[in-house]
């Protein structure tokens, strides 16, 4: 009996993501004027997000950042659905772990934003935050990764494939901490917990 409730659920469920409208997520953001009784979908629908899928490590100057990404398909914010680029952390400094949220990667949520970092716009422009070697018009990956030790700072991450001595590589231009909880004039801001150059290119080889 138990085995066909969740049968019967699996199948309500299949049955409704069939009638939603899908739009490639590049359409960045719902139209619920267009379907206001009908929840979106904005897929991957080139499966550009499989590209960055992996095990990522940036090592300079005594200190590393690993970040593992994966593709996360019809995360439900709440009017529509989306897939999403997320992942998890690492970041070390001189050996010592600082930060370190790689095991939750494989966490269930039913929003994938809940995990360290997500995102997916899609850019294809030089105008914003490039990477030294940008080339106009190549599709870049813009993600947000949280301070988990400064809940209220957080990072820009705009990811470009590229191919280093015939290793799969990111070029990743990082942009500075900014702080999203509020605070008073005379007290000190929070100081982000990754402390890399920020004003070069970073590159990130894929380990796994």
């Known amino acids: 009996m138990k085995n066909q409730l969740l049968y019967l659920s699996l ?3 299949t049955a ?3 009638q939603t409208p899908v739009f490639p997520v590049e359409a960045l953001y719902p139209t ?3 379907h206001p009784n009908v929840k979106e979908y904005y897929k991957d629908i080139d499966n550009l997000f499989n590209q960055y ?3 990522w490590l940036h090592e300079s100057d005594g200190k590393s950042l690993k970040l593992e990404l994966k593709k996360f398909e019809l995360s439900d914010h709440n009017a529509y659905y989306i897939d999403l680029l997320i992942g998890e952390y690492q970041y070390s400094e001189n050996g010592t772990i600082i930060v370190n949220t790689l095991s939750q990667i494989e966490n269930s949520y039913t929003s ?3 995990h360290s970092i997500c995102g997916y716009s899609i850019e294809d422009s030089c105008f914003y935050h490039p990477v030294s070697d940008c080339i106009e018009g190549e599709k870049r990956i813009v993600l947000h990764m949280r301070d988990i030790n400064e809940p209220g700072i ?3 991450l705009i990811l470009h494939k590229r191919i280093i001595n015939l290793q799969e590589a990111l070029s990743v ?6 702080v999203q909880a509020s605070f008073k004039e005379n007290e000190t801001p929070p100081t982000s917990t990754i402390d890399l ?3 070069n290119d970073l590159i990130f080889l894929k380990v796994e």
């Open 32 to 34: 619920e004027e267009n």
């Open 112 to 114: 994938g934003c809940r």
């Open 53 to 55: 899928e992996g095990t």
């Open 197 to 199: 150059n920020f004003d």
């Open 11 to 13: 199948l309500c469920f």
């Open 154 to 156: 957080s990072y820009e």
């Open 173 to 178: 231009s990082m942009g500075d901490a900014y």
């Open 16 to 18: 409704g993501i069939s």
